[in-house]
């Protein structure tokens, strides 16, 4: 947990610094390497002190190209879905995460099992501050800084509730061009 705070934190410092215009360098992302990777990272927290398991699936296409964005962002993204997908499943169950390549984006959906959103509040879900965890601790800041940084990127992000039961977050993220081709960074 701790490692994914502080992944949170440089998160967190990366946003102030794109708000205050200093811009944050975007670079070619493997879309399925950071979501195994944020799944990897959050599965302490995804079935311990008697919590029911959740179970993570992954439908990953093979082959997908690289996307346009920040590697440890978006990993902070998919780890906000994945506990907002716990939160919502108390008694356990199963999130799915699937990802394709759609034209120039590569389509993410992250669905849970729980019991989705009411409809007046799905128009607010990204706004933040918006939160129906106030009790338990929650800030409301998970979804809106996803927001954040998936637009940042040029990519966009919506939820909607899925007929089955549940919610479904999409993300579109654009495939990278060749052109756009960077050395990679180096992080501090
Ligand atoms: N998978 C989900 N199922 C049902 N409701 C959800 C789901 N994800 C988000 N929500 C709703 O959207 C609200 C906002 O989510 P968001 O992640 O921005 O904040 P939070 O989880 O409340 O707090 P924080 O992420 O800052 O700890 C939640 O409080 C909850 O009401
Ligand atoms: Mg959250």
């Given at each position: 947990?701790?490692?994914a ?7 967190i ?51 997908l ?116 081709q ?7």
């Amino acid at each position: 947990m701790s490692a994914a705070i502080d992944a949170m934190r440089g998160t967190i410092e990366r946003l102030q610094r794109f708000a205050g215009g200093g811009g944050v360098r975007l670079t070619r992302v493997d879309v399925p390497a950071v979501i195994k990777s944020a799944v990897e990272l959050i599965a302490p927290a995804l079935g311990v002190d008697g919590r029911p398991a959740i179970d993570v699936e992954l439908a990953l296409a093979e082959r997908l190209p690289p996307v346009v964005g920040h590697a440890a962002d978006l990993q902070n993204v998919f780890i906000n879905l994945l506990l907002n997908a716990r939160d919502a499943m108390p008694d356990g169950g199963t999130v799915t995460i699937a990802a394709r390549r759609s034209r120039d984006h590569v389509v993410v959906s992250v669905c849970d099992q729980g019991g989705g959103v009411a409809p007046e509040h799905l128009p607010r879900l990204f706004d933040p501050f918006f939160t129906t965890k106030a009790a338990a601790g929650g800030a409301g800041l998970g979804l809106s800084l996803a927001y954040g940084l998936v637009r940042a990127a040029d990519g966009d992000i919506r939820a909607a509730n899925r007929a089955g039961g549940g919610l479904e977050i999409t993300l579109e993220l654009p495939v990278a061009r060749k052109s756009a081709q960077r050395p990679p960074r180096r992080r501090s």
